[in-house]
Nanobody
Framework: QVQLVESGGGLVQAGGSLRLSCAAS????????MGWFRQAPGKEREFVAA????????LYADSVKGRFTISRDNAKNAVYLQMNSLKLEDTAVYYC???????????????WGQGTQVTVSS
């Protein structure tokens, strides 16, 4: 089992940057694919990015490709999301999640954090 806690959200102006962190508990962190998802008010949760167990492979939603970077540090049991060139439409609650499968589908992610709010202002 894995417990996930996100941090790093906040209020930022359009064009700015934020770095989200997700701290995981448990000794099997490196056995999980890690993903970031987000949910804006009135919208369904959507995939943002995923990273493989070793960090050698990454996957991004088209909407964030070239602006966001996912990374992980298995020694620290952590996964990160560097968000640059933020846009108003990036405003959402961001969740990290863990899965035993390589996927962008939220339904295959077994463990979820509580979320951290990211608000992009003009």
């Amino acid at each position: 089992q894995v417990q996930l806690v996100e941090s790093g959200g906040g209020l930022v102006q359009a064009g700015g940057s934020l770095r989200l962190s997700c701290a995981a508990s448990g000794r099997t962190f490196s056995s999980y694919v890690m993903g970031w998802f987000r949910q804006a008010p009135g919208k369904e949760r959507e995939f943002v990015a995923a990273i493989s167990r070793t960090g050698s492979s990454t996957l991004y939603a088209d909407s964030v490709k070239g602006r966001f970077t996912i990374s992980r540090d298995n020694a620290k049991n952590a996964v990160y999301l560097q968000m640059n060139s933020l846009k108003l439409e990036d405003t959402a609650v961001y969740y990290c999640a863990a899965s035993s499968l390589w996927s962008s589908l939220s339904r295959v992610y077994d463990y979820w954090g509580q979320g951290t709010q990211v608000t992009v202002s003009s």
